[in-house]
Nanobody
Framework: QVQTVESGGDLVQPGGSLRLSCKASGIIFSAYAMNWYRQAPGKQRELVATIDNGSLTKYADSVKGRFTISRDFNNNSVYLQMHMLKPEDTAVYYC?????????????WGQGTQVTVSS
């Protein structure tokens, strides 16, 4: 069973920093790209950042230059380092991995971690 568990969300002031973590299990971690999504109240879920199995990264325009996604293959973990946080970054952040195994396809989401940017 594929699982992703996020942690690290918190209340932070505008301009502050936060680091989110996600631990994956049930997959060969090195084989798959990992994604961070977020969903703000009343808005659709959006893709924030992706890191592939070669550690190439992509970011939403709204977070470029402020957020950094990274992964630790030894610990089956992916991280989202967030700097210069803005109130519009307030959202529930989700870790996601999707792919295909010999037993079928999967699309795994964690429970989410709340990030609130407010003074």
């Amino acid at each position: 069973q594929v699982q992703t568990v996020e942690s690290g969300g918190d209340l932070v002031q505008p301009g502050g920093s936060l680091r989110l973590s996600c631990k994956a299990s049930g997959i060969i971690f090195s084989a798959y790209a990992m994604n961070w999504y977020r969903q703000a109240p009343g808005k659709q879920r959006e893709l924030v950042a992706t890191i592939d199995n070669g550690s190439l990264t992509k970011y939403a325009d709204s977070v470029k230059g402020r957020f950094t996604i990274s992964r630790d293959f030894n610990n089956n973990s992916v991280y989202l380092q967030m700097h210069m946080l803005k109130p519009e970054d307030t959202a529930v952040y989700y870790c996601n991995v999707k792919g295909v195994t010999t037993t079928g396809s999967f699309d795994s989401w964690g429970q989410g971690t709340q990030v609130t940017v407010s003074s």
